[in-house]
């Protein structure tokens, strides 16, 4: 145990391991630590004035200790995937398809290690920082067809021509590895007019980025001694004008009603989140590691096994990381936070009062696709209402609550977060406000 | 600064006040008979305030004193009075606002030239011409999904309370 303390800094707030140890004690090391922090807090020997300060702050320590476990366990599972699939490297055939024909390329790119991002800053910056989602079609199946090009039957005196099998068109984050030989195509927020389902798959795989940092805005905002259960995020278009997440709060916020302030607050949280620019790793985990992984939160143990039950037992569980936070998530995401521009919550409603479920909605949008806040503001005030696109017709929520803020016409809640420079009164762009407090003040049960 | 150029709006005198109107009573005329005019752009932006004007004023279809003087004066000639009547107004009937596109023409040729003129090409919208080469609007990128979503939202709302009006 004292080789333990030795080993990590004892500065609770400090991630950074000392580099000189090897990286199997360094895990036993924080384990141990881990397990004796958590007793030490069993251990109750507090002074009557610092009791509530030292429970917080153990509480807080304690949230922190499991994303940091989390996040060493995605380490360890990364590296021995990479392991597994690189005993030496290989190459692969990647052609690329740009927007030109005269900007086609064909490369020889690593297997298993180099990623579409890679493949586009071989061809320049501009490239790679715009875009956003890749279109992979590997072309295995292509060469087994080459042999059977069209197949000429005569079938009641007419002839019938079948096409040879297409290729499937899959969609890859940019930042995964690809395992094959493929033709690549990479997508970014605004490309042709024809090209509409490019757009649709850019569109709601920005919608799922955006859900998924909502869940890690509602870890982060409220107190730790609340319990909170991501349920899901529900597949819903574009069209109806907010990302929402559906929540399980403490049952004793049965009666809550969520302020403008909050709303406020919670922005800035997400502000603070997505201003480090992280990037979104994605990992195929098998069923034992992720369930190892999320070991204390009982929604995600049921989303898992829901998958599980949904693909088979032996299928992977597709997890995405970003900066500290983790969520399971089937479909690709956006590259990284830095294209997000605009950023707000905009609702939190409580979609039925007996399962005390919430749902909480967020409206945003890309660098690439900025508005004006006279804009803005009206699409603001549509994703305040609740979005019932995937709720059952009958639900009991409560539909003539409508929730006017007391704004006046201009006030929105992103100009809340803004930052103003203070001789002029104008807005120091891409300049927003983040909140430093970790606790939610008005959440006070 | 001059009172013309207040509010990024330009108020054009074009020559003086008589000749302003007889231009752009000619190419009103001429916008009418031909579907598509190639000016200035100067003078295209004038014409286009009128055009949508009149456009206005017709699709009113009140027999009043006021519409009769101001299409009177505006389409002159018979065959352009029964054209607005017959075929623009049902073309932009439920086209609300603005019924013309410019397209500006290229400059490169003429720019070293002290007194050049920028010319563009002035056309009513939905005309059977081949299209000009105009960059319209995506309408697949993510802001423009959500503002047609909204729209769609305001104007379901506007018919159902137009519609609850009617009845009660």
Redesign the interface.
């Known amino acids: 145990m004292i080789v333990c303390m030795l080993i990590m800094n004892l500065n609770k707030n400090s991630r950074f391991i000392s580099s000189f140890v090897k990286p199997t004690t360094r895990k036993r090391a924080f384990l141990c630590w881990n397990k004796l922090k958590t007793c030490s807090s069993n251990i109750s020997v507090y002074t009557a004035s610092h009791n509530e300060h030292r429970e917080t702050s153990l509480i807080e320590s304690r949230e922190k200790n499991e994303l940091q476990r989390r996040s060493l366990l995605f380490d360890e599972a990364k590296k021995q995937q990479l392991a597994d699939r690189v005993p030496r490297i290989e190459k692969i055939e990647v052609k690329y398809k740009g927007r030109v024909l005269t900007d086609d390329a064909v490369m020889f790119m690593n297997k298993n290690l180099s990623t579409p991002y890679h493949c586009a800053m071989h061809i320049g910056t501009g490239v790679a920082n715009s875009s956003v989602l890749a279109v992979v079609t590997p072309s295995d199946a292509q060469s087994n067809s080459t042999s059977v090009s069209k197949v000429q039957t005569s079938h009641d005196g007419e002839l019938v021509t079948t096409d040879p099998a297409k290729p499937e068109q899959l969609l890859w984050d940019i930042h995964s590895p690809l395992p094959f030989d493929c033709e690549l195509q990479l997508l970014k927020?605004?490309?042709n007019?024809t090209?509409?389902w490019q757009?649709?798959q850019?569109?709601k795989a920005?919608w799922r980025t955006c859900s998924v940092i909502l869940g890690a805005v509602v870890q982060e905002a409220f107190k730790e001694n609340q319990k909170i259960g991501l349920l899901k995020i529900p597949e819903i278009s574009?069209?109806?004008?907010a990302f929402c997440y559906d929540l399980l709060l403490d049952p004793g916020m049965r009666d809550w009603e969520a302020k403008e302030e909050d709303l406020v607050f919670m922005s800035k949280v997400a502000r603070r989140i997505i201003s480090r620019n992280l990037k979104f790793e994605k990992l195929e985990l098998e069923a034992g590691t992720a369930l190892e992984i999320f070991q204390e939160d009982e929604q995600k143990m049921n989303t898992i096994s829901e998958l599980l039950h949904k693909n088979g037992q032996d299928s992977s569980i597709p997890v995405y990381r970003f900066g500290e936070y983790m969520d399971i998530m089937e479909g690709p995401l956006i590259s990284n936070t830095a294209h997000i521009f605009h950023y707000i919550v905009t609702a939190l409603h409580q979609v039925s009062k007996e399962t005390n479920t919430w749902r909480i909605q967020g409206l945003s949008?890309?660098e690439e696709?900025k508005?004006h806040h006279s804009?803005w503001s009206?699409?603001e005030n549509?994703a305040r209402k609740l979005v019932t696109e995937d709720l059952p017709e009958n639900c009991d929520h409560d539909t003539d609550k409508s929730k006017k803020f007391n704004m006046h016409r201009y006030e929105s809640i992103e100009n809340k977060t803004k930052n103003r420079s203070k001789a002029t009164g104008q807005w120091l762009l891409k300049d927003w406000m983040t909140s430093a407090e970790k606790i939610d003040p008005t959440v006070s049960n | 600064m001059p009172r013309g150029f207040a509010h990024g709006n330009v108020f054009r005198k074009l020559g003086g006040h008589q000749r302003r109107m007889k231009l752009l009573k000619i190419l009103v005329n001429a916008l009418i008979k031909n579907e598509r005019i190639e000016t200035t752009f100067t003078k295209a932006h004038e014409t286009q305030k009128y055009i949508h004007r009149l456009i206005d004023i017709a699709k009113q279809s009140t027999n009043d004193a006021y519409t009769k003087d101001m299409v009177g004066y505006w389409a002159d000639d018979d065959s352009n009075k029964t054209k607005l009547f017959n075929v623009l107004v049902p073309r932009f009937a439920e086209h609300s606002g603005k019924y013309t596109r410019i397209a500006m023409l290229p400059t490169w040729h003429i720019k070293d030239i002290d007194d050049h003129k920028k010319m563009a090409v002035l056309e009513l919208k939905g005309n059977p011409l081949p299209p000009l080469p105009v960059k319209e609007d995506n309408p697949h990128t993510l802001q423009n999904v959500l503002i047609a979503a909204a729209k769609n939202d305001w104007k379901a709302a506007k018919n159902t309370q137009s519609v609850s009006e009617s009845s009660s």
Do not use: A, I
Request: hydrophobic share 50%; proline share 4%.
């Open positions: 927020f605004t490309m007019n090209l509409q757009h649709e850019v569109n920005y574009v069209k109806s004008g949008l890309p696709l508005l804009v009206v699409l549509r």
